[in-house]
């Protein structure tokens, strides 16, 4: 049996309950060891193997899987974040679909999450933004063409950026280009959850150069939009004015 798992954003503390049971149960831990903190690792029993997937192949990861599995062991395929989201976990799937190997996803908390909590942001606000675009800068990996940043930018609703902190001034083109203002609220969040997570709040025009001052290259989520801003509506649903199916309006 193989379980993929997601570690959580960073902190050792955030991985989901099921998550760290099962951890505890592996024969076999295979990690993103350039994403996962290796705190999760303290959650593993003795004489579990463990590999570090930063330098393997698909083919090596599924040969381990394979390997374990003939040995009648469990497999937990520990991915950063939410498996759901950057994981590259629908290759694993189907390579292990094609071998009978079964399997089970325990999803986690992803970092874009992580990101708001550090933030002290909530990413939906009346009459602010009540959407969430999650995605990436196109670089050595291409993005469909409709995924483009500057289309997506023309929405100007909350958007969070993985995978894009080393392209900052092509970021910044490409928002700009497709219709947020210069000095729309933004924000830099680097490790978040980890001990040594850092906030950079800026505005779209001062991204790249904001990411340049405090040397952040890696390891950070891009936020942006109005969410960052002070001005937003009060919600209808705590509203005494606001009758809904659980109480009546007392003004």
Not at 93 to 100: I, K, P, R, V
Request: hydrophobic share 40%; with cysteine; net charge negative.
């Amino acid at each position: 049996m193989v379980h993929f798992i997601g570690a959580g954003p960073g902190g050792a503390d955030l991985i989901t309950v099921r998550g760290a049971r099962l951890l505890g149960e592996a024969d076999v831990i295979i990690y993103a060891g350039s994403l996962v903190n290796p705190a999760l690792l303290d959650y593993k029993k003795e004489g579990c193997q463990v590999y570090d997937s930063a330098s393997m192949t698909l083919e090596q990861v599924i040969e381990v899987m394979k390997a374990a599995e003939e040995r009648g062991g469990v497999t937990v395929r520990l991915h950063t974040g939410d498996p759901s989201l950057y994981g590259a976990i629908r290759e694993q799937m189907d390579e292990l679909d094609a071998l009978g190997i079964p399997y089970d996803v325990t999803p986690g908390v992803s970092s874009f999450s992580g990101a708001a909590a550090a933030l002290n942001a909530e990413y939906t606000l009346p009459e602010v933004s009540q959407s969430v675009i999650i995605t990436r800068m196109a670089g050595r990996t291409p993005v469909p063409e409709g995924e483009r940043l500057r289309k997506l930018a023309s929405h100007g609703c909350t958007m969070v950026l993985f995978l894009s902190t080393g392209l900052l001034e092509q970021v910044e083109e490409e928002l700009l280009a497709g219709g947020y203002a210069p000095d729309t609220p933004a924000a830099i969040v680097y490790k978040a959850t980890w001990p040594e997570e850092k906030v950079f709040r800026c505005t779209v025009s001062t991204l790249a150069k904001t990411a340049r001052k405090n040397k952040i290259a890696k390891t950070a989520l891009i936020t942006i939009g109005h969410f960052l801003g002070d001005d937003y509506e009060r919600s209808k649903l705590y509203d005494p004015a606001f009758t809904h199916e659980f109480r009546e309006a007392s003004r």
